[in-house]
């Protein structure tokens, strides 16, 4: 598919001077799959260590389509989480240098109108998180000129898929895949 997450990994296997076919089955900005409404949240926070090494990452390669197309991606805007625990995340943004504040709710709530938590939650501000508008990241990350190894076809109904023992692994009207040679 052609929603946030099929454009960014065909944009980065033809930078990497992938040859890559992408189907969508639907037109750009359809509401049938995650990739629909006008923003997504990008993240820098995550207790998990794994996923805040991946989101470093992407920040990375957001700020770089940015700078090779000119353009804003990112909106940030800070993060609010909060909870009961959020030690796990407090721990992760320290071992891993990011930047965040930890705040008692009722001084997230003076500086967050409209913010409330009960007095025993945790709540860590983030400012390097952000959101990104959806539609605009993927036309962007999508227009076959950039590569010439990039074709896109939209409202491609998916064809039937037959699978096939050696040399054809693949095979639909559209395309087929054979093995690479070793």
Known sequence: GLGLMGC???HQLALRGASVLCVEQFDRGHARG???GLSRIVRSA???PHFSHMAEASFEMWHQL???LNTTLISTTGELDFGPDLAPLRRCLRERGI???VLEPSDASARWKGFSAPAHFDVVHTPSSGTTTLLSSIVLLSPPLLYSSLLLTWCTP???VLLLSSPLLYSSPLLSCTPLSS
């Open 8 to 10: 960014s990994a065909a």
């Open 34 to 36: 995650s990739s629909h």
């Open 46 to 48: 995550y207790p998990q």
């Open 66 to 68: 940015e700078a090779d």
């Open 99 to 101: 930047a965040h504040e």
């Open 158 to 160: 998916p064809p039937p």
